[in-house]
């Protein structure tokens, strides 16, 4: 088997309504470290960032992230401070969704990570399927 390219990997996500496309993220991250530290959004921190509560609460949402047998520990994302995160976890590698590559604020955090020797790893997004898109096909079901 090869040997895990990284050390300690960290993540984030809300994972409402948990999907396949929240598993190959875990599972794609988890074959590149040695231990996963995931980091599940509040509920808090999702109604300031998003404008909306999760569907499942951080209490379930933490409960079935942990049930995942990729990931080795699991804490509350608080607040957006992942540099932070980095530093208290140790982690050499954050990763993410291809789909924030390039962008102004994962620019800023690849240059802050990389002075404290972490790297940004883009994994690929599961095309066809989001919380979002789950959130309206329920909505549009209830409109019939």
Same mark, same amino acid.
């Given at each position: ?6 050390? &300690?990997? $960290?993540?984030?996500? #809300? ?11 875990? @599972? =794609?991250?988890? *074959? ?35 049930? &995942?047998? $990729?990931?080795?520990? #699991? ?11 980095? @530093? =208290?976890?140790? *982690? ?53």
């Amino acid at each position: 088997m090869a040997e895990k390219k990284y050390k &300690i990997g $960290y993540t984030t996500g #809300v994972y409402d309504m948990f999907h396949i496309g929240h598993l190959n993220i875990l @599972k =794609k991250a988890k *074959a590149m470290c040695d231990y996963l530290v995931v980091g599940v959004t509040t509920d808090q921190l999702s109604l300031q960032r998003k404008n909306k509560r999760p569907i499942i609460c951080e209490e379930d949402r933490v409960a079935i992230v942990e049930a &995942i047998r $990729y990931v080795d520990r #699991v804490e509350l994302q608080e607040d957006m401070d992942k540099i932070s995160a980095v @530093k =208290k976890y140790g *982690a050499d590698a954050v990763f993410v969704g291809s789909d924030w590559k390039g962008t102004p604020s994962w620019n800023e955090y690849e240059r802050q990570f990389a002075e404290v020797g972490c790297e940004v790893v883009y994994l690929d997004h599961t095309d066809g399927i989001s919380s979002s898109i789950l959130r309206n096909k329920l909505n549009s079901q209830s409109d019939d």
